[in-house]
């Protein structure tokens, strides 16, 4: 205890020096971005738009698996040091959405090396947990792994990846050592006392320096009051599945929520992940009308997209900033990720009818309560 004390007191040393001797991290306010507030350095903006880096394997993974590197899959490396070089160098991209738990930050940190570009111009966003533990000492030692692992001296914006320990998708829980998150002792194990402790050595982390803002993930409003009711400094940030077929149906709420807190939503699977989920179109053997297997075949989606002569992914992405949100969709593809992008650089406005069309698409009955991100769409909307 005493010895990762020092060694924690010794890296927090180590990386200030080294943040004062190399160039001043960059603020990202020259570029298309979000403002962070709560607990962030003062000025600090986020890129609206970054590169998920979660599932970069060469097999999709199947409906309702949880699509991320896991125990890296063959190509999961390469492919994610690939697209981080593509969206750095051909794109023009400047975040990358990271996490402990995708199992490959070390190749996120071969494709910023390889693009050259300097590491203060890039923001990077990585998370904890998962399937790592939650808790003080172990959020502390996570990021001194992440920190190693992408081969930086600080995270630009650090999350805590999941409100519980008990992540739905997950058979084993991870051991920790911090009595609130040992789940293994039912006398101290209380998940809300779990969360208030670790989010304790994220503020530790952000005081320190080595991340200069924190946020959470997947947390839902009950859990952001907690820390309200607690005196906490609030997060900057809460990156939640955010996409038109589950905003009305629960998203809509936690973006007003957040919004008045000074917390800035970020999008994951915001075009609704096509590759890996075909949302149902059948429930107990009966066609659901108006139901479409993914958002970028939505017909609504297209006929806007044809309207305003962009893509279906842009009116989708145009569509969240224009509401506030920022995303990270993830992508291999260079066609793809300047695509995306283009929002910003040929900037279009979707009309307030438009804007309300694509906010009542909902088909999703999705994790109001945040159980497992993948959604139902069982066709019981409110
Ligand atoms: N915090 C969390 O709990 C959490 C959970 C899940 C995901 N995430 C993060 O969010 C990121 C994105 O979410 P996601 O991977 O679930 O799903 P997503 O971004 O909604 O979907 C990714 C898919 O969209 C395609 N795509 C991207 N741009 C496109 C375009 N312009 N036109 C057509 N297709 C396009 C990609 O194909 P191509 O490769 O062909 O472009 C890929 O198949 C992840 O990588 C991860 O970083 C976070």
Same mark, same amino acid.
């Given at each position: 205890?005493?010895?990762?004390?020092?060694?924690?007191?010794?890296?927090?040393?180590?990386?200030?020096? @080294?943040?004062?001797?190399?160039?001043?991290?960059?603020?990202?306010?020259?570029?298309?971005?979000?403002?962070?507030?709560?607990?962030? %350095?003062?000025?600090?903006?986020?890129?609206?738009?970054?590169?998920?880096?979660?599932?970069? /394997?060469? +097999?999709?993974?199947?409906?309702?698996?949880?699509?991320?590197?896991?125990? %890296?899959?063959? /190509?999961?490396?390469?492919?994610?040091?690939?697209?981080?070089?593509?969206?750095?160098?051909?794109?023009?991209?400047?975040?990358?959405?990271?996490?402990?738990?995708?199992?490959?930050?070390?190749?996120?940190?071969?494709?910023?090396?390889?693009?050259?570009?300097?590491?203060?111009?890039? #923001?990077?966003?990585?998370?904890?947990?998962?399937?790592?533990?939650?808790?003080?000492?172990?959020?502390?030692? +996570?990021?001194?792994?992440? @920190?190693? %692992?992408? +081969?930086?001296?600080?995270?630009?914006?650090?999350?805590?990846?999941?409100?519980?320990?008990?992540?739905?998708?997950?058979?084993?829980?991870?051991?920790?050592?911090?009595?609130?998150?040992?789940?293994?002792?039912?006398?101290?194990?209380?998940?809300?006392?779990?969360?208030?402790?670790?989010?304790?050595?994220?503020?530790?982390?952000?005081?320190?320096?080595?991340?200069?803002?924190?946020?959470?993930?997947?947390?839902?409003?009950?859990?952001? +009051? %907690?820390?309200?009711?607690?005196?906490?400094? @609030?997060?900057?940030?809460?990156?939640?599945?955010?996409?038109?077929?589950?905003?009305?149906?629960?998203?809509?709420?936690?973006?007003?929520?957040?919004?008045?807190?000074?917390?800035?939503?970020?999008?994951?699977?915001?075009?609704?992940?096509?590759?890996?989920?075909?949302?149902?179109?059948?429930?107990?053997?009966?066609?659901?009308? /108006?139901?479409?297997?993914? @958002?970028?075949?939505?017909?609504?989606?297209?006929?806007?997209?044809?309207?305003?002569?962009?893509?279906?992914?842009?009116?989708?992405?145009?569509?969240?900033?224009?509401?506030?949100?920022?995303?990270?969709?993830?992508?291999?593809?260079?066609?793809?990720?300047?695509?995306?992008?283009?929002?910003?650089?040929?900037? #279009?406005?979707?009309?307030?009818?438009?804007?309300?069309?694509?906010?009542?698409?909902?088909?999703?009955?999705?994790?109001?309560?945040?159980?497992?991100?993948?959604?139902?769409?069982?066709?019981?909307?409110?």
């Amino acid at each position: 205890m005493k010895q990762s004390l020092l060694f924690f007191l010794f890296a927090c040393v180590l990386t200030l020096a @080294l943040r004062t001797s190399t160039a001043t991290p960059s603020l990202f306010t020259n570029v298309h971005s979000f403002p962070l507030f709560n607990s962030a %350095e003062t000025g600090l903006h986020m890129p609206a738009l970054g590169l998920g880096t979660g599932f970069y /394997g060469e +097999q999709n993974v199947p409906y309702s698996t949880y699509p991320e590197c896991g125990a %890296e899959p063959p /190509g999961c490396g390469p492919n994610t040091q690939k697209a981080v070089y593509t969206w750095l160098t051909k794109a023009g991209g400047l975040r990358l959405d990271c996490a402990n738990s995708y199992y490959n930050q070390r190749f996120v940190a071969q494709g910023i090396h390889q693009s050259l570009i300097d590491r203060s111009e890039v #923001f990077i966003l990585s998370k904890v947990g998962p399937t790592f533990p939650l808790g003080y000492n172990e959020t502390i030692n +996570q990021t001194l792994d992440i @920190l190693q %692992e992408l +081969q930086t001296t600080w995270i630009d914006l650090l999350l805590v990846h999941w409100p519980t320990m008990k992540h739905p998708g997950q058979s084993d829980v991870p051991k920790s050592s911090d009595p609130a998150c040992n789940t293994t002792s039912p006398l101290t194990y209380n998940e809300k006392d779990c969360r208030l402790s670790t989010w304790s050595a994220m503020i530790l982390l952000f005081e320190l320096g080595i991340v200069r803002s924190i946020g959470v993930s997947n947390y839902n409003i009950t859990h952001l +009051q %907690e820390m309200i009711d607690a005196n906490l400094p @609030l997060p900057s940030v809460n990156q939640v599945s955010f996409n038109p077929y589950n905003y009305r149906t629960g998203r809509a709420d936690l973006q007003e929520f957040c919004q008045n807190n000074h917390i800035q939503l970020v999008a994951y699977s915001p075009l609704g992940v096509p590759d890996v989920h075909p949302y149902p179109v059948t429930y107990q053997n009966k066609t659901l009308t /108006g139901m479409s297997p993914t @958002l970028l075949q939505d017909p609504v989606i297209s006929s806007i997209a044809k309207f305003y002569n962009r893509t279906e992914a842009q009116i989708i992405l145009r569509w969240m900033h224009q509401l506030g949100v920022a995303s990270n969709p993830r992508s291999m593809n260079e066609t793809h990720m300047k695509e995306n992008l283009d929002i910003f650089a040929n900037p #279009f406005t979707i009309n307030d009818n438009d804007m309300m069309r694509i906010a009542n698409l909902a088909q999703d009955t999705c994790d109001v309560d945040p159980d497992w991100y993948e959604c139902v769409g069982n066709g019981n909307l409110p």
